[in-house]
């Protein structure tokens, strides 16, 4: 009797230790079934409604409860669902304001915190006549928001959000998961796969908790040129599966935002095309939650790839919406006004792609000037990429463009 009383005691004893979650783990949230208590010497910490983490020290010692700018109040889902909240539409022959009468939800640029302190750009930048949308170039970013594990920081993004919101423009959240501008704690953290799939989970789910009610690219760039899939921590570690891992913390932490895969090279009929499109298509059939393919569209002068249209339709017709995410168009310097003729040719054309896909929801430009392209630094001798030049003066290119959403 006193051997079988001691037994029962270890199983009540181990069953709950098992029960426990363990350090990194989920400890609860709307929707979590699990456990919702954490093994010794760590704590289960609200990082948002959706997703409680087991973090190391103690109650005391925890990071700061993070509260998202809204509460939501729907239950998580799988489906697709499309509450981004639209503005009203602008009047007018402006670029967001035909993209809008065109029947899309937005043209839109990225923008950087450093730029919002040119006074001549801001004013541009806010008229939504011009932009209905915003991306954060840089300001959402791993190395932007979680520069040391668990330790957020919003306020770069904050400040672009609020820029877009007083000017009733909506926002594209750029990005969650992403090779390039990662801690190093991140990418040489040597972490097992459990650890990494809480760390994506914390940080997918605490960002778009915290940027509630937009678009988010969740993925950005997972493939390589030939259409492998890129190596990096996220791959080397957990396979393909991070992919599902950061969708499914997104559309977690908020049923209400639209979650895309982005990508550059895949606006053409090819092997890294093929890729995203056998990607979108797996998903799908694990019903794993994916609401659209970024194309982010950083073409050169003359060489804008004649699939781009057909290419669009291939994504739609497997049920998931297309953005244009990060137009830009550059050219070998000096231009010429005959380069510059060949730019106006091309915008028009891209636009005219996008508007003859009834699942292309919007045009991004990756910054409207020269002023602010990341074109010059990166290809030597090229640049000229964007619709209007340095000095904030409209180019041939952004008549290409309201031609082609008239
Ligand atoms: O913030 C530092 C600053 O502290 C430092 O003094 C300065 C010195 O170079 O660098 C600053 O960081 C730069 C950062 O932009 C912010 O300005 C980085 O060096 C620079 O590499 C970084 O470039 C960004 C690039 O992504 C990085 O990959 C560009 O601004 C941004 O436009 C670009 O955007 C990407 C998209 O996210 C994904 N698709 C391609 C696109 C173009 O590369």
Known sequence: ??????????????????????????????????STTCVSGTACTVINPYYSQCLPGTASTTPPVITPTTTPTT???????????IPPSPTGTNSNA????????????ATDNSELSDTAYVAILSDNTYFGQLSPANSMKWDATEPEQ???????GDQIVNQAKVHGQIMRGHNCVWYNQLPSWVSNGGFTAAQLTSIIQNHCGTLVGHYQGQIWDVVNEPFN?????????????????????????????????KIYIND???????????????????????GIPVDGVGLQCHFIV?????????????????GVEVAIT?????????????LLAQQETDYKNVISACKAVSGCVGVTVWDYTDKYSWVPSTFSGQGEACPWDANLQKKPAYSGITAAWS
Request: aromatic residues 10%; charged residues 15%; neutral net charge.
């Open 1 to 34: 009797m006193k051997l079988s009383a001691i037994f029962l005691g270890l199983a009540a004893y181990v069953s709950l230790a098992i029960a426990q979650s363990q350090e990194w783990g989920q400890c609860g949230g709307i929707g979590w079934a699990g």
């Open 75 to 85: 239950p998580p889902s799988t489906g697709p669902t499309s509450t981004v909240s």
């Open 98 to 109: 035909l993209a809008r009468a065109a029947g899309k939800l937005y043209f839109g640029t």
């Open 150 to 156: 668990g330790v957020f920081t919003f306020t770069g």
């Open 225 to 257: 040129d030939d259409g492998t899939w890129r190596s990096d921590v996220f791959y080397n570690t957990l396979g393909t599966s991070y992919v599902d891992i950061a969708l499914q913390a997104a559309r977690a932490a908020d049923p209400g935002t």
């Open 264 to 286: 550059y090279n895949i606006e053409m009929t090819g092997a890294k095309a093929t890729s995203m499109l056998n990607l979108i298509k797996n998903l799908k059939s694990r």
């Open 302 to 318: 003359g060489e804008v790839p004649t699939s781009l249209q057909s290419i669009m339709q291939q994504f739609t017709a497997l």
């Open 326 to 338: 990060e137009l830009d168009i550059r050219m070998t310097l000096p231009a010429t006004n005959a």
